[in-house]
């Protein structure tokens, strides 16, 4: 069956630590993947858009990486923040026609002072 | 990017009622979708609003009790028909921009009691 997958349980760091939050999938052929932040009770902000040909992909502190052959995705967020406190989406679009994206559950991310 | 706009932004209803929620966006935009995101559930895409044509649902939901709305390039609307507790949720629209990156609007928080 197909599974898109994140972190269930809540991630815990310290200021000015390194983030990391994967996404799994299975039996998805993505074309490319994408990273979404979602504060309680706002809709999702988009974040990055990795295709299915990179590797790796940057945006100021945020780092995207995906691995066609593990079928996962990490997402990234160096010298962490109290703001960057949220929960954080993968939603991927499989290959074809219809590129609907496919949402995973979320990952909660607590950044402590 | 375009700003999104959702009323209400929360509402509290009684089972058999419905509720219509209305999207606007301050720019004319192709591509607009209504989601969900039920408690513990990952975002789930309803239907496309079509302007001008009925709306295109995704599977297991129809129109009798989600009809959609979608008069000009700048505004929709959702209804939540017959409510039951089970259609608690957050609807949200969403803005398709450059066909990969979706755009949310605030989203409505809806208790059906």
């Known amino acids: 069956s197909q599974k898109i997958e994140q972190n269930s349980e809540a991630l815990n760091i310290q200021e000015g630590k390194t983030a990391t939050l994967t996404c799994n999938y299975t039996n998805y052929s993505p074309a490319y993947l994408q990273w979404y932040r979602q504060d309680p009770g706002r809709g999702p902000v988009f974040l990055l858009l990795i295709r299915e040909n990179e590797k790796e992909k940057r945006k100021e502190r945020l780092k995207v990486t995906f691995d066609t052959t593990l079928k996962q995705s990490l997402f990234h967020i160096t010298a962490s923040q109290p703001a960057d406190s949220a929960t954080y989406l993968c939603a991927l679009a499989n290959a074809g026609n219809n590129r609907k994206l496919i949402w995973g559950l979320g990952t909660s991310l607590a950044v402590n002072p | 990017s375009a700003v999104i706009s959702q009323k209400p932004s929360r509402d509290i209803c009684q089972r058999g009622t419905s509720l219509t929620i209305q999207c606007q966006v301050d720019s004319q935009v192709t591509m607009m979708f209504w989601y969900r995101q039920q408690p513990g559930q990952s975002l789930t895409l309803i239907a496309t609003?079509?302007?001008?044509?009925?709306?295109?649902?995704e599977s297991g939901f129809v129109i009798d009790k989600f009809p959609i709305s979608r008069p000009n390039l700048t505004f929709s609307t959702l209804t939540v028909s017959n409510m039951s507790p089970e259609d608690s949720s957050i609807y949200l629209c969403s803005l398709g921009w450059g066909k990969e990156t979706q755009y949310f609007g605030p989203g409505t928080r809806l208790l059906v009691l």
């Open positions: 609003a079509n302007q001008g044509s009925e709306a295109t649902y």
